[in-house]
């Protein structure tokens, strides 16, 4: 047999097609672009939202301030019209010669600052209380002094109240002030 006669054997090349690796280079390009525009989306989005939680920041820091200042204001002017009265009492004890100073007057005009202090915690929810029983309540009640007793059936009992104490509702923001008698 001769050369001629020989079948010819399929040679198969390796290398690979010029219109595939188009096809992918445009498939690759495609989800590139597409994985880009998403992100820079996401950027865009995030940023807005940024922006909107700091607008939603500031409006809620305003609004705190705001709340504050309008829940206090009642307890503000209370305040302004007690230190307008205190002085208006100091200008009317001024022009007062020493000698018609009083001592029962100037008692009475410190009674009645008192008495316009316990209104202004009145009028802001704070009510003065005392306890209406005799025995002294550790609980709403604080003893400022021992009195000394032999007497058995006084001891644990009130000696003298002091000054009152004050509470928003069920809260005690201050207990009662009170002298107890104890056994000595």
């Given at each position: 047999?001769?050369?001629?006669?020989?079948?010819?054997?399929?040679?198969?090349?390796?290398?690979?097609?010029?219109?595939?690796?188009?096809?992918l280079?445009?498939?690759?390009?495609s989800g590139?672009?597409?994985?880009?525009?998403?992100f820079?989306?996401?950027?865009?989005?995030?940023?807005?939202?940024?922006q909107?939680?700091?607008?939603?920041?500031?409006?809620?820091?305003?609004?705190?301030?705001d709340l504050?200042?309008?829940?206090?204001?009642?307890?503000?002017?209370?305040?302004?019209?007690?230190?307008?009265?205190i002085?208006?009492l100091?200008?009317?004890l001024k022009?007062k010669?020493?000698?018609?100073?009083?001592?029962?007057?100037?008692?009475?005009a410190?009674?009645?600052?008192?008495?316009d202090?316990?209104?202004?915690?009145?009028?802001?929810?704070?009510?003065?209380?005392?306890?209406?029983?005799?025995?002294?309540?550790?609980?709403?009640?604080?003893?400022?002094?021992?009195?000394?007793t032999?007497?058995?059936?006084?001891?644990?009992?009130?000696?003298?109240?002091?000054?009152?104490g004050?509470?928003?509702?069920d809260?005690?923001?201050?207990?009662?002030?009170v002298?107890?008698?104890?056994?000595?």
């Open positions: 047999m001769t050369d001629e006669t020989k079948t010819p054997i399929p040679v198969h090349s390796e290398e690979p097609n010029h219109n595939a690796i188009q096809h280079e445009q498939i690759l390009e590139i672009s597409q994985v880009l525009n998403a820079e989306q996401k950027i865009a989005f995030d940023a807005a939202k940024q909107q939680i700091d607008r939603l920041h500031a409006e809620l820091q305003e609004y705190r301030t504050i200042a309008k829940t206090n204001r009642p307890l503000v002017n209370g305040l302004i019209r007690l230190h307008d009265n002085g208006r100091i200008e009317g022009s010669p020493t000698e018609q100073l009083e001592p029962d007057r100037f008692f009475k410190i009674g009645g600052i008192q008495d202090i316990e209104i202004l915690l009145d009028q802001n929810g704070i009510a003065a209380f005392t306890e209406p029983v005799e025995t002294f309540q550790p609980r709403r009640q604080r003893a400022i002094k021992n009195i000394p032999t007497d058995d059936k006084r001891v644990g009992k009130i000696a003298e109240r002091l000054r009152p004050f509470e928003q509702g809260e005690i923001i201050q207990k009662e002030r002298s107890v008698y104890v056994l000595p």
